[in-house]
């Protein structure tokens, strides 16, 4: 979505401040083509992308018409939670392609919202696949359940609420390992979820560790670096001083820091 990118912002509120008032209209008509031309992008990615399921495709309005202040002001959940907090169609495809070109069984998903990815990549699992998602708001469960139910890939999903530093070491005990591990959940614990899943030996051979908001919203690249204001930057330097890890990051949406092993995926 064009609103991750400061730039799209940048431009935006330019054109509505009082100081482009006197500039060239038709200076003012290409600054709005421009504008224009960053939410095309995006919409194109989207028309060009494989249709999603009904299941999911029902989720993801569903999300956006819940009345979440309302809720959040009810006392039935701990924050605030926003709609655009969801994922996109493009990177449920992305990550069902991936589920698909590991031959993935295990997924661990840090971070569910309204269950709309990991309904996604239960999608992709074989009959047999699980995907264990982590979440801390009791809420989401009452709220997922009605959807994973009604679809035929809801009982490949085990949903734990709790903080996610509590559920992987319980679920190290039972010996799992994980061929995908997706993370979206609070910024500043990126950095010991990862740390925590490597020392336990938790991403399974030919595992992949997916990264979202990398960018986060381009704060990643425009403000200070400082842990306390910039976290998602921190946890991006931290990836790049592991040299045992490969990693890409993807323009996609918010950006995706891909990660594996380097010794599974350089032939030295």
């Not at 589920?99 to 699992?125: P, Q």
């Not at 842990?227 to 323009?251: C, G, I, Y």
């Amino acid at each position: 979505m064009a609103m991750y990118d400061p730039a799209f912002r940048e431009l935006k509120d330019l054109l509505k401040s009082p100081e482009i008032a006197d500039v060239n209209p038709d200076v003012k008509k290409k600054l709005e083509h421009i504008k224009e031309l960053f939410a095309r992008r995006h919409f194109y990615a989207d028309e060009n992308t494989s249709t999603q399921s009904e299941s999911l495709a029902k989720l993801f309005k569903d999300t956006y018409d819940h009345p979440w202040k309302d809720v959040h002001k009810q006392g039935k959940t701990q924050y605030y939670m926003e709609p655009f907090m969801i994922s996109g169609q493009v990177t449920i495809k992305f990550l069902q392609f991936i589920i698909s070109m590991v031959k993935a069984k295990r997924v661990l998903e840090i971070g569910m919202f309204t269950g709309y990815t990991a309904l996604g990549m239960a999608e992709a699992l074989p009959s047999d696949g699980v995907l264990h998602t982590c979440d801390v708001e009791p809420y989401l469960v009452e709220f997922t359940k009605p959807y994973f139910d009604q679809s035929p890939h809801g009982k490949k999903i085990k949903v734990h609420i709790a903080p996610a530093l509590e559920t992987i070491p319980k679920l190290h005990d039972e010996g799992l390992q994980f061929d995908v591990v997706f993370i979206d959940a609070d910024k500043p614990g990126y950095k010991g979820y990862v740390e925590m899943i490597m020392k336990k030996n938790m991403l399974a051979p030919n595992g992949i560790i997916l990264a979202d908001n990398s960018f986060f919203q381009g704060d990643s690249y425009t403000k200070e670096d400082d842990p306390t204001v910039n976290p998602m930057h921190d946890f991006n330097k931290f990836m790049a001083s592991q040299n045992e890890l490969e990693r890409v990051l993807l323009p996609i949406r918010d950006g995706i820091l891909a990660v594996k092993r380097k010794s599974e995926v350089l032939n030295h």
